[in-house]
């Protein structure tokens, strides 16, 4: 079993960066987003993993931030629950009166330091001077994230203070940019990446509007059974029953294209599965299948 060494340091850009755009484009200052209560878990937008095909075209990237999310209702800052974050006053003087949605950091690797900063009932200026808020998006904003997120760029730079940032979004068209940015993101020590549909108007609860996406492990497994399709996949391959040289059975039912349900791997042949963990028992979480193995 082997984990690939699957980043995006905040600003390695050999990829393309979103034009900033205009004012007028943006509708002025005027159109940052409209008054919206303190937001709970219940009405924040929240990721689903990603699937495993998905057109990155559709989406802008940015680094999964390892730190506390907390929303600036203009006023009063708040940790996911709806329960204040205790900021100290000079902090919270330095944020607009725009609604805010973002990430307490420190930086990678460092969540559990972070956490504990912020959680203090009496906040030390100390630990303070240290957490950026990294914002990612616009409560009740208007128009699409692309609009959102250019206007967060232009509100954090009329801030002049450079512990409030703009999470950095990219474009990034192929499946296999993505890849490496996982990649470089991870070996540097990052969790993953976060992938916002850039069309998408501002939403709430769990949506594929925005997908997180995290390194995968790969193994292999011997075909073992057939499991038969239904519905759209009736008279096809629904999924194959495989076991691993561990012993362990489960199901591969997704990962396949029409053409491998209609001509499956063949009992006995080994195939390559991705997933994301393993569950108390030792089978794997969210398995998919890769490819069917073959040696060189």
Do not use: C
């Not at 484009?25 to 005027?30: E, I, N, Q, S």
């Not at 709806?82 to 690797?109: H, I, M, Q, S, Y």
């Not at 997933?275 to 998919?288: E, I, Q, V």
């Amino acid at each position: 079993m082997q984990k690939p060494n699957l980043s995006l340091p905040r600003r390695s850009f050999a990829l393309k960066m979103l034009t900033f755009g205009t004012l007028g484009a943006l509708g002025g200052l005027g159109g940052f987003a409209r008054p919206v209560s303190a937001k709970t878990g219940a009405d924040l937008l929240l990721a689903t993993n990603a699937p495993a095909k998905f057109n990155p075209a559709d989406y802008l990237v940015s680094e999964k931030l390892d730190g506390v999310r907390a929303i600036w209702d203009g006023s009063v800052l708040k940790f996911r629950s709806g329960r204040p974050v205790a900021a100290p006053a000079w902090f919270l003087a330095k944020l607009p009166k725009t609604p805010l949605d973002g990430e307490l950091w420190l930086g990678r690797g460092r969540f559990d330091e972070v956490s504990g900063m912020v959680r203090k009932s009496q906040p030390a200026d100390a630990d303070w001077q240290q957490i950026n808020y990294i914002l990612f998006e616009l409560p009740g904003g208007e128009g699409d994230f692309t609009a959102r997120y250019n206007r967060i760029r232009l509100l954090t730079r009329g801030t002049a203070w450079d512990r409030l940032q703009p999470a950095v979004q990219v474009r990034i068209p192929t499946r296999e940019g993505v890849q490496s940015e996982l990649k470089r993101v991870v070996a540097a020590g990052g969790e993953g990446l976060m992938l916002h549909r850039a069309s998408s108007p501002y939403v709430t609860g769990r949506s594929d509007a925005l997908l997180k996406l995290k390194p995968v492990a790969d193994a292999e497994a011997e075909v073992v059974g057939y499991i038969a399709g239904k519905g759209k996949f009736d008279g096809m391959l629904g999924a194959l029953e495989v076991k691993t040289e561990g012993g362990q059975r489960f199901r591969l039912g997704t990962g396949f294209s029409d053409e491998q349900r209609k001509t499956p791997p063949a009992i006995g042949s080994t195939v390559t599965y991705t997933y994301r963990d393993l569950t108390p028992s030792g089978k794997p979480r969210f398995a998919s299948f890769l490819r069917e193995f073959k040696e060189p």
